[in-house]
């Protein structure tokens, strides 16, 4: 006896089951397949227009309510060149070097766990500034302290679109000692001027040629699994080196915990943890009292730590930010701290979404489907015209509260689309109902 065609046996089978059943096997599966379509649409254009926005609103309300919540490892440290200080040594526009330098050597001796310059020190132009500089920084590095340098990009030819450096004296210094390195302060804002990205490297021109930049928190990143800065710079100009593009936007790195693979483009997202204002974790010390050889300041402010030297001077570095208003070495802080206890952003995983949000989808649906039905049949049919709007109504309500206006545009719409569905499937789904009894 010749065997049947699977396909004309579940045709069959599905044949047997009674009409009612097989609508609501039909509708439950149409219901799936329509959010998984609406979901597959969000994830493919999340990066455009209004989904973006979608996912930056609910990404900004999530850090809101968790910021400076709960047991935290202990955050970076900033020592502050702020108005008072620079107001104290005489209104410079920059930092003088033997104040940095000075700054960098008094901080190294309390035994920090790595030490970030986030002022530029490439404009020096002096070769006995830069001699005297690069000594210390030779000094601290000698003692095993990591040194990361900000270096500023200028902008750069607009037929490429890559920004440039301008060459420096501490270039021979820092290139070749495994404890220094150069890294990006590259924060691109969103399409609503928030600063909730970090490009972790950057591809720039030194003179005619191509140079990667890495940003600090990568670095301290890479350090914590290559066992060092020096690992960290061979692990990233290896990563360079093996992707054979001028300017990559994957990289792989060779770590001893194994690989770890980024994409500039989807790991970026600065998981803000540390408040800038009225902050329990704050660490902000001005710079002024560690200059004085005099004056003494508590080690526990410095040991073991990530310390950032920077400046919140004026308004001119200060940037939005989901949380709000904070200055750029605090952005910093930020970046280095969420990479250094949680890792880089794993970015939207499809597969991971599509599991949570399909079913919990459906059993909101399921729910408003079986509170319908307990609505008296002569009311039903009203109920069915203004539910859509109530729901919606009551949605927007709540987004208003949370003060999320400009995500709830977007969801109002797509709620009001599902519980048309939900409503449409559920009238069909009666009206078998009752054709089956008569």
């Not at 960290?232 to 290896?238: D, E, G, W």
């Not at 915990?257 to 997202?269: E, H, I, K, M, P």
């Not at 605090?330 to 991971?352: C, K, S, V, Y």
Request: glycine share 8%.
């Amino acid at each position: 006896m010749r065997a049947s065609h699977p396909l004309r046996t579940l045709r069959a089978r599905w044949r047997k089951i009674k009409t009612v059943h097989r609508t609501a096997i039909s509708t439950v599966l149409a219901g799936a397949l329509v959010i998984f379509a609406i979901y597959t649409a969000f994830y493919h254009f999340r990066d455009i227009g209004f989904f973006e926005g979608v996912v930056d609103n609910a990404m900004d309300q999530r850090m809101f309510f968790h910021a400076d919540t709960g047991d935290m490892v202990p955050p970076p440290t900033l020592l502050d060149f702020g108005d008072g200080t620079l107001k104290a040594l005489g209104d410079p526009i920059v930092v003088p070097p033997r104040h940095l330098a000075g700054a960098v050597e008094r901080v190294a001796a309390m035994r920090p766990k790595a030490l970030f310059v986030d002022l530029d020190v490439s404009y020096l132009g002096s070769t006995g500034e830069a001699a005297s500089l690069a000594a210390v920084l030779v000094r601290v590095a000698d003692s095993g302290v990591p040194v990361l340098l900000e270096r500023e990009v200028l902008p750069g030819d607009a037929k490429d679109g890559r920004g440039r450096l301008r060459s420096t004296l501490l270039d021979r210094v820092v290139n070749a000692h495994p404890n220094l390195a150069w890294v990006s302060t590259n924060f691109p804002p969103s399409q609503d001027g928030l600063i909730r990205h970090i490009r972790p490297w950057e591809v720039v021109q030194l003179g005619d040629r191509p140079v990667a930049l890495p940003s600090a928190a990568l670095m301290l990143h890479l350090a914590d699994r290559t066992g060092g800065l020096g690992g960290a710079k061979r692990s990233f100009a290896a990563a360079i080196r093996e992707s054979g593009a001028v300017a990559p936007n994957r990289l792989a790195f060779r770590t001893a915990s194994g690989q770890l693979a980024l994409d500039s483009r989807a790991n970026t997202r600065i998981d803000y943890q540390l408040k800038w204002e009225d902050a329990p974790h704050l660490t902000s010390i001005p710079a002024l009292p560690l200059l004085d050889p005099r004056r003494t300041l508590d080690p526990e402010l410095f040991a073991g730590r990530i310390v950032i030297l920077g400046s919140t001077a004026g308004f001119r570095d200060y940037a939005p930010t989901p949380l709000e208003r904070m200055p750029g070495p605090w952005i910093h802080a930020n970046a280095i701290h969420a990479w250094l206890t949680l890792g880089p952003d794993p970015g939207l995983r499809f597969w991971r979404g599509a599991l949570f949000i399909v079913p919990v989808t459906m059993a909101v649906a399921f729910a408003m489907t079986a509170l319908l039905w307990r609505v008296p049949s002569r009311f039903r049919s009203r109920v069915r015209g203004i539910m859509p709007f109530v729901v919606t109504a009551l949605f927007w309500l709540l987004f208003q509260l949370l003060g999320t206006p400009s995500i709830s545009v977007g969801l109002l719409v797509v709620t009001f689309v599902v519980i048309r569905l939900i409503i449409f499937a559920e009238k069909r789904f009666d009206w078998h109902i009752r054709r089956s009894h008569s």
